[in-house]
């Protein structure tokens, strides 16, 4: 299924991303850091969505109190409840 959230406190506006049986495939952000946000695309296609929240969750950017990827699994952790 896929899923679309709005992020909150990041460069990035929005992260689209596909979930089938707890897998994440083809994640995309829409504005923010493009190489990084592609490099973080790349890392977590395939990869099982609790993993991602293990390994993203809580990651910070500069003074933020979050970040791209921190709002990615935050966004999993959503479409995770609602399965």
């Known amino acids: 299924m896929q899923y679309s959230y709005k992020t909150k406190g990041t460069c990035s506006s929005q992260i689209q991303f596909d979930l ?3 897998i994440v495939t083809n ?3 829409t504005g923010g850091c493009n190489g990084n ?5 790349k890392l977590v296609e395939g990869m099982e969505a609790a993993r991602v929240v293990e390994l993203l969750r809580g990651n910070t950017c500069g003074f933020k109190p ?3 990827g ?3 699994a ?3 952790e959503e479409a995770l409840a609602q399965a």
């Open 20 to 22: 089938e049986g707890g």
């Open 27 to 29: 994640v995309k952000f």
């Open 37 to 41: 946000l592609k490099a973080i695309s």
């Open 66 to 68: 979050t970040s791209c």
């Open 70 to 72: 921190d709002q990615l």
């Open 74 to 76: 935050v966004a999993l």
